[in-house]
């Protein structure tokens, strides 16, 4: 590799707290955007349905592996119903629009959604609420039809800092986070 940072200069990084990747695994601007879009249509809110005409399917005959792969990504993608997360906030407009191809209509979803695995959902008795909202497969310990219900949360509930970190990771993928805290210790 001609671009190769002398050895040197990768030290005195890894010294400064940077962590070396390879330039091969390094993604370009366009490809963690479009990986971002995808991230942000997948959820969460998804539930897998087996359709009939999927159940009918041969599997294993054809051999050219990456049209099979992709197929079976389109698939998967069709199995599932997905609501779009935009619906659940009151005022949220689908950035994807026409092109969204998750679900608008919660009663349409919820018409589709696979019966609950329990009657109690275990975030919503920590938290008081629960992310997955109708999505949930404990759903209906939070949902009253078309209602979301929320509660107080447990007396024992303790928030982590490991959630909710997207403006974090905004701030990261800008370089606008503030490390000079970390930079210290370093
Ligand atoms: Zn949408
Ligand atoms: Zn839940």
């Not at 949930?136 to 982590?160: M, V, W």
């Given at each position: 590799?001609?671009?190769?940072?002398?050895?040197?200069?990768?030290?005195?990084?890894?010294?400064?707290?940077?962590?070396?990747?390879?330039?091969?695994?390094?993604?370009?601007?366009?490809?963690?955007?479009?990986?971002?879009?995808?991230?942000?249509?997948?959820?969460?809110?998804?539930?897998?349905?087996?359709?009939?005409?999927?159940?009918?399917?041969?599997?294993?005959?054809?051999?050219?592996?990456?049209?099979k792969m992709?197929h079976a990504r389109?698939d998967?993608?069709?199995?599932?119903?997905?609501?779009?997360?935009?619906?659940?906030?009151?005022?949220?407009?689908?950035?994807?629009?026409?092109?969204?191809?998750?679900?608008?209509?919660?009663?349409?979803?919820?018409?589709?959604?696979?019966?609950?695995?329990?009657?109690?959902?275990?975030?919503?008795?920590?938290?008081?609420?629960?992310?997955?909202?109708?999505?949930?497969?404990?759903?209906?310990?939070?949902?009253?039809?078309?209602?979301?219900?929320?509660?107080?949360?447990?007396?024992?509930?303790?928030?982590?800092?490991?959630?909710?970190?997207?403006?974090?990771?905004?701030?990261?993928?800008?370089?606008?986070?503030?490390?000079?805290?970390?930079?210290?210790?370093?």
């Amino acid at each position: 590799m001609k671009e190769d940072i002398k050895t040197e200069e990768v030290s005195k990084r890894v010294e400064g707290g940077w962590a070396p990747i390879k330039k091969e695994y390094l993604l370009s601007k366009e490809e963690l955007e479009t990986l971002n879009a995808e991230k942000l249509q997948e959820p969460a809110l998804e539930v897998a349905v087996e359709r009939d005409d999927q159940k009918e399917r041969k599997r294993g005959q054809d051999k050219r592996r990456e049209k099979k792969m992709a197929h079976a990504r389109n698939d998967m993608r069709n199995a599932s119903i997905r609501l779009c997360p935009s619906v659940l906030l009151k005022g949220r407009i689908c950035k994807f629009g026409n092109k969204c191809t998750a679900e608008h209509s919660i009663e349409k979803f919820m018409e589709q959604k696979p019966q609950d695995i329990g009657p109690e959902c275990p975030s919503f008795n920590q938290m008081g609420k629960c992310q997955f909202s109708f999505a949930c497969r404990f759903g209906q310990a939070h949902t009253n039809g078309l209602e979301q219900i929320e509660k107080e949360p447990d007396p024992s509930y303790k928030p982590t800092m490991n959630t909710n970190y997207s403006a974090i990771q905004i701030a990261m993928r800008k370089h606008q986070y503030d490390f000079s805290r970390a930079d210290k210790v370093l």
